[in-house]
């Protein structure tokens, strides 16, 4: 198994269920909400962190138990919950092409629906009786708006350190990965060395995840239905520029670092900051620590039993690398 198509085909009856199972465990009595529902999951996106549920489990051999499903329904409606609240807060009127919920109804809307998200993901966790599945999802669910508090902090207070954006990109986006490959050995009981070497191998997977998700802000991309420059314009400085504002030897530097301490950019400055990065070697200072990360994470998995099939994550790392949107 070595491409992401494969992966996908042979997870599709356990994909199939989880999505039953979200859609059930949505449903309402009140129309609007189900309205709401059917059309926002009616795309349903990569579904990667269900998908590293499943792989967990069916590594350590439980694939196919009800409670790794429940589980990865669980954290894709937290995660679900997360990006609708993200849309109201970032004013975004579409999503990889496809409109938001604030946009097609409105920010009161969209609030209350990621609530309603976030109180379904855990009633449904709590029906699987695993005190630490459900504490999972509880310090999820801080970590996630603990992360996005340390980013407006930090560009607010112009923090400008590869370990400051480390710490953030763990939280905010590492700390879903890693509570997909806990819930996959909770469901399996896997022993607690396994347990850590899964942690360590998730929070690089999502560090690798954001690190490219931030790449590709410094390039113009329809598919993504996000404007080049975004982070920026919210003060967020990400690896490729942090890497080019440390060049001191290039006669801009001292320029582009008076520039980014402003408190807000314009869009002239915005494309000076990102060429800027770019020409220096910013993308490739940022590739070439992706690819170092992914050897550390091979490195972790060879840690966990030989008869581990651990293929599929790697594949699955190789991919998010790899991928183009």
């Known amino acids: ?32 909400i189900n309205e709401v529902t059917r ?26 138990s009800a409670k790794a499903v429940t589980s990865a329904a ?37 609030v209350l629906m990621g609530d309603y998200f976030v109180s379904t993901a855990l009633q449904l966790v709590i029906s699987t009786s695993d005190l630490r599945a459900i504490s999972t999802i509880a310090t999820l669910g801080r970590l996630l708006a603990s992360g996005e508090m340390d980013q407006i902090d930090t560009a607010s207070s112009h923090v400008l350190s590869e370990e400051a954006y480390f710490n953030i990109i763990t939280n905010k986006t590492a700390s879903l990965f890693v509570a997909c490959v806990e819930m996959g050995a909770y469901a399996a009981e896997a022993s607690d060395t396994t347990l850590e070497a899964l942690r360590e191998f998730a929070r690089i997977f999502g560090q690798c995840f954001q690190i490219k998700d931030d790449i590709f802000d410094y390039f113009p991309s329809e598919v993504l239905g996000k404007p080049t420059g975004n982070d920026l314009r919210e003060g967020k400085v990400t690896l490729p520029l942090l890497y080019a504002l440390g060049l001191t030897e290039q006669p801009r530097c001292s320029e582009m670092n008076e520039m980014i301490s402003k408190d807000s950019l314009t869009d002239e400055e915005i494309s000076a900051l990102i060429a800027y990065a770019v020409e220096t070697g910013g993308i490739s200072y940022a590739e070439k620590r992706m690819k170092s990360l992914r050897d550390k994470a091979a490195a972790v998995l060879q840690t966990i039993a030989p008869e581990a099939d651990t293929e599929p994550l790697l594949t699955l790392l190789d991919y998010i690398i790899e991928r183009r949107h």
């Open 1 to 32: 198994m070595s491409h992401i198509a494969d992966i996908r085909q042979s997870l599709a009856p356990e994909l199939e269920s989880i999505n039953a199972l979200i859609i059930q465990a949505l449903s309402s009595p009140n129309p609007l």
């Open 74 to 110: 669980s954290i894709e409606m937290l995660h679900t919950a997360s990006l609708i609240h993200d849309d109201v807060i970032d004013q975004s009127s579409t999503r990889h092409g496809v409109e938001t919920i604030n946009s097609m109804w409105n920010n009161h809307i969209a």
């Open 39 to 64: 059309t926002y999951l009616s795309n349903k996106g990569k579904q990667l962190r269900p998908m590293m549920v499943m792989l967990t489990a069916r590594m350590l051999g439980a694939g196919k």
